[in-house]
């Protein structure tokens, strides 16, 4: 995984709550985190304080492997704040670790090289004491699905 320290004007940055700030921050060793149950193994994201499964309270951050596919995207033509470079690609990421494990985040790529099922991995921005995670199309590789 790479990390990217950002040149770009700077982003609305999210809190570092309790509850959230492993996520937010997990990229400063280049792993991207998600709660996990201990009891049945479910991935939860976003984060909740009970696991959706089997209501256990067993929920711990652990590394995933930051690759996905692109499962739906959209591409804004408008930049919506100073400096932001348009278009942007935004788009739902359902991650390897298990089926609808989503995330919501900019793909780095230009639009016409996006599809849906195109493999990603993540990378990540680093923006004050946020590591926000992005993604990037896997070299090589083509839609499916």
């Given at each position: ?31 991207l ?10 991935w ?25 596919r ?17 278009p942007?690609?935004f ?37 004050e ?16 699905g």
């Amino acid at each position: 995984m790479t990390a990217i320290v950002s040149s770009r004007p700077p982003r609305k940055l999210p809190l570092l709550e309790p509850d959230t700030a492993f996520f937010w921050t997990s990229g400063a060793d280049g792993h991207l985190r998600i709660l996990r149950c201990g009891h049945c193994g479910h991935w939860q994201h976003p984060p909740l304080p009970r696991c959706p499964v089997c209501h256990g309270d067993d929920l711990a951050p652990q590394k995933v492997s930051g690759k996905g596919r692109v499962i739906s995207f959209t591409v804004n033509h408008q930049a919506w704040t100073d400096g932001q470079v348009d278009p942007f690609v935004f788009a739902v990421i359902e991650l390897d670790e298990q089926r609808e494990l989503y995330l919501f985040s900019n793909v780095l790529a230009a639009p016409d090289v996006l599809r849906v099922g195109i493999p990603v991995h993540v990378t990540f921005e680093q923006q004050e004491d946020v590591w926000l995670p992005l993604f990037v199309p896997v070299a090589g590789e083509n839609a499916h699905g």
